[in-house]
């Protein structure tokens, strides 16, 4: 199954979703309206809203509630990469100037607040304590990682593992809580919420260490950011940690001046250092592994066209060069 049919399988849900998404966009602030409507047009992948309604059709059917709790996802998404953009002062992001590069750095958080409000008073609207709860604790540890990511900024030291604990909270914890919510909301038993947790974690993974490979092999005009971004703020992500893991010792202390120092000026030393060590195939394959993690979590399920489309998924995450 390849992209389009993933997205076909859900093709009218999703247009409920985008119906939900400009009626909650409504504001008295017109600022309000134009800054959440630049990003969230920005024509991004959509993968949180499309895993809770592939999740939500696995479970048992689609609802109106699934539409209301995927503009959840997507709004607290949102509110992130504003946020983000902010902290990593970006000037770029899916091909088109960031929120905070128009109309500065104060709107955009401000924006990124009022996401994060129209969520909970959506979530106060589904009514369903356990998904409250659920997203309540995520929001809390995206912060969490997104902290942790800005203190191993320029840190040459962090750790593989300390890394997996911040892709965990800054990206996968949003995956797995798409999908074990819609469970959750579908009245899924204990067995298979945790198994939709389990795919959603593992995908969320999956996704974000392909993004760091992209980072060091991707193209800007299709990635629709600057290759080089992680390099550039000191970023170390696992295909740097593994790089010093490999490397000769000067090889390392080049990749050590380079995350502290920041900037581009020896990004060619370091992608030559990259293909010696094998690190971006050393990442690629734990992104594999986790893909097929993810997609051995559906057996709990029957065979469907949603569940056909969610193993695809988990292929196409690994596959992608976007």
């Known amino acids: 199954m390849d992209q389009k049919a993933v997205f076909q399988t859900i093709a009218h849900d999703f247009d409920a979703v985008n119906n939900t998404i400009r009626q909650q966009l409504a504001s008295n602030v017109p600022m309000v309206e134009k800054i959440a409507e630049h990003i969230i047009s920005s024509g991004g992948k959509r993968m949180r809203p499309t895993l809770v309604l592939l999740s939500a059709g696995l479970a048992g059917g689609i609802a109106p509630k699934h539409h209301e709790l995927a503009t959840v996802i997507e709004f607290l998404h949102t509110a992130t990469l504003l946020h983000d953009d902010v902290v990593d002062v970006s000037a770029m992001r899916r091909g088109r100037p960031t929120a905070n590069a128009n109309w500065g750095n104060a709107p955009s958080v401000l924006v990124g607040d009022f996401l994060y409000a129209r969520s909970f008073?959506?979530?106060?609207?589904?009514?369903?304590?356990?998904?409250?709860?659920?997203?309540?604790?995520?929001?809390?540890?995206?912060?969490?990682?997104?902290?942790?990511?800005?203190?191993?900024?320029?840190?040459?030291?962090?750790?593989?593992?300390?890394?997996?604990?911040?892709?965990?909270?800054?990206?996968?914890?949003?995956?797995?809580?798409?999908?074990?919510?819609?469970?959750?909301?579908?009245?899924?038993?204990?067995?298979?919420?945790?198994?939709?947790?389990?795919?959603?974690?593992?995908?969320?993974?999956?996704?974000?260490?392909?993004?760091?490979?992209?980072?060091?092999?991707?193209?800007?005009?299709?990635?629709?950011?600057?290759v080089g971004d992680d390099l550039a703020e000191g970023k170390p992500t696992l295909p740097l940690i593994h790089a010093m893991a490999q490397g000769t010792d000067a090889e390392v202390k080049l990749i050590r001046h380079a995350i502290r120092k920041g900037g581009l000026g020896q990004m060619a030393d370091i992608l030559q250092i990259l293909e010696r060590t094998k690190a971006l195939d050393y990442v690629e394959a734990k992104a594999i592994a986790h893909a097929k993690l993810a997609a051995a979590s559906l057996a709990e399920f029957p065979a469907s066209d949603y569940r056909r489309a969610l193993t695809a998924l988990t292929s196409l995450a690994v596959k992608r060069n976007t």
């Open 121 to 226: 008073e959506l979530l106060v609207k589904i009514g369903n304590l356990p998904v409250m709860d659920r997203l309540a604790s995520t929001t809390r540890l995206i912060a969490e990682g997104e902290v942790m990511q800005l203190m191993n900024v320029k840190n040459p030291n962090t750790s593989e593992q300390q890394y997996m604990t911040v892709i965990t909270g800054k990206t996968a914890i949003l995956f797995q809580a798409s999908a074990e919510t819609a469970a959750i909301l579908s009245g899924c038993s204990s067995a298979q919420t945790q198994a939709m947790a389990q795919y959603g974690l593992n995908l969320g993974l999956a996704f974000q260490l392909i993004d760091d490979i992209l980072d060091y092999s991707g193209d800007s005009a299709t990635l629709g950011k600057n």
